[in-house]
């Protein structure tokens, strides 16, 4: 990612309101991110983790409320807004039938890409630079999610949005994408994430946010 | 279009076309229905030349037109399930370009190769030469909007689970106008008119569909992904 001065990017939720099956999930939900920043969301499973992000990534639209960016309502600016966005869902985006550099290389001809890193220097970094040759279907399930971290390596976008970016990654998986987020965040960017696992960054401050009602 | 949005739309169009090289299976079957479910026709109906000519640019159009529906899960499905299709519209270009490479590329490997296998077809139900020559040229004109049209079908039930009878009830009825200007101009032309006015018809529907499928169609994908 290109260097970004810290708080002069943000990302807002303005009054968020999420509405699934006709069940109220989250109601008037607002916060701010500034460059810089990591956000951790958390809550019960079915409390509307996914559909928030997915809300803040443009792919849904909220019941109520709005998504700002910069200043401007995302829909307002899609592509402006896309061209800084990088988003990691429950699925990882590969296609099976390409080879984990012929998935990369898509990606990085789609646009957006950073030129001072290469497919095999990103597939290094994620410890996959022996599988670059082979089906993305032979990967496992943690093979996978670092392929797609590899992905967002490669991106120039400042802001990350990652679904559950911790499942299926072994320990030494986890402390790569712990060491990503950390550069990632000391550059300028930001991230918001959610996981049910503890996460410990060294050199950037993590933001907890709740959200759903507390059954209790 | 700009530069890098050019540089994506080749990229798309790589992409599926080394997707469809290596998942033969995906384009070489609606192939097989297409040739299979034609020549049942001779075989059911009995092998007089006459009938059969009569009716080969209606069986040839109608299968044609199932095989392209039989083909049409493949544009979508995959990126869909494999969360590709978030991506390309999160990605930061027009997502309608992705979408018009795609379509692009199902004509390609589907509506080509169903003009190419025509001849043979027309050959089996005893269609003349001249016959073969404006029923591929009908086809020529009559595939790529079978793809477009379908596109929208397709991008509408992607999110459905089991859509493919969803899908045939949504976009056949939509191919109605095709199947009568395709098949209609091989009868005019064999019965010795002019067929322009059907090609010229057949065109038009093209453009309409060129300029206006892939829009609905990627609207349709925001809302279903």
């Known amino acids: ?216 | 279009m700009t530069n890098t949005s050019l540089k994506a739309f080749n990229a798309m169009v790589r992409r599926d076309f080394t997707l469809a090289l290596r998942n033969k299976s995906e384009w070489a079957n609606p192939l097989f229905f297409f040739i299979l479910a034609c020549s049942l026709f001779p075989l059911g109906i009995g092998p007089e030349p006459n009938t059969l000519e009569k009716i080969a640019p209606g069986i040839i159009w109608v299968t044609a037109l199932l095989a392209a529906m039989l083909s049409l899960d493949g544009i979508f499905r995959s990126d869909f399930e494999d969360g590709s299709l978030e991506q390309q519209i999160l990605g930061p270009h027009p997502f309608t370009i992705l979408v018009y490479a795609k379509i692009l590329v199902h004509w390609l490997i589907t509506g080509i190769p169903l003009m190419l296998l025509s001849p043979l077809l027309g050959v089996i139900l005893h269609l003349p030469a001249d016959g073969i020559i404006l029923l591929m040229i009908s086809l020529l004109l009559g595939t790529p909007v079978l793809s477009l049209i379908g596109s929208i079908g397709v991008a509408l039930t992607v999110g459905v689970k089991r859509g493919g009878m969803l899908l045939s009830l949504l976009v056949l009825p939509l191919y109605i106008p095709v199947l009568i200007f395709g098949a209609g101009a091989v009868d005019v032309g064999l019965g010795g008119l002019d067929t322009s006015g059907h090609f010229l018809l057949m065109a038009a529907i093209l453009v309409l569909a060129i300029t206006l499928a892939p829009l609905a169609t990627a609207a349709a994908l925001k809302v279903s992904v």
């Not at chain 1, 943690?142 to 559950?164: C, H, K, N, S, Y």
């Open chain 1, 1 to 216: 990612m290109d260097l970004v001065e810290p708080g002069t990017l943000s990302l807002k939720a303005d009054h968020l309101t999420c509405v699934r099956n006709e069940i109220e999930l989250f109601r008037d939900l607002s916060f701010e991110l500034t460059s810089g920043q990591v956000v951790q969301i958390e809550g019960s499973n079915g409390c509307g983790k996914t559909s928030l992000l997915r809300i803040l990534c443009g792919l849904a639209l909220p019941a109520a409320g709005h998504v700002i960016w910069c200043g401007t309502t995302i829909q307002k600016d899609r592509i402006s807004y896309n061209t800084r966005l990088s988003y990691i869902g429950h699925q990882n985006g590969i296609k099976g039938d390409l080879t984990c550099e012929e998935n990369l290389a898509f990606y990085q001809s789609l646009g957006n890409a950073r030129e001072d890193i290469s497919i095999d220097s990103a597939l290094d970094q994620v410890g996959l630079l022996e599988k670059d040759e082979s089906p993305a279907r032979k990967l496992s399930a943690g093979q996978g999610r670092r392929l797609a971290l590899a992905r967002l390596i490669m991106t120039r976008a400042p802001l990350w949005i990652l679904d559950e970016p911790f499942t299926a990654l072994d320990p030494d998986g986890r402390e790569l994408f712990e060491r990503c987020f950390d550069r990632h965040c000391s550059k300028g960017g930001m991230i918001i994430f959610t996981t049910h696992h503890p996460v410990a960054l060294e050199h950037s401050q993590i933001q907890f946010m709740r959200i759903g009602h507390d059954k209790h």
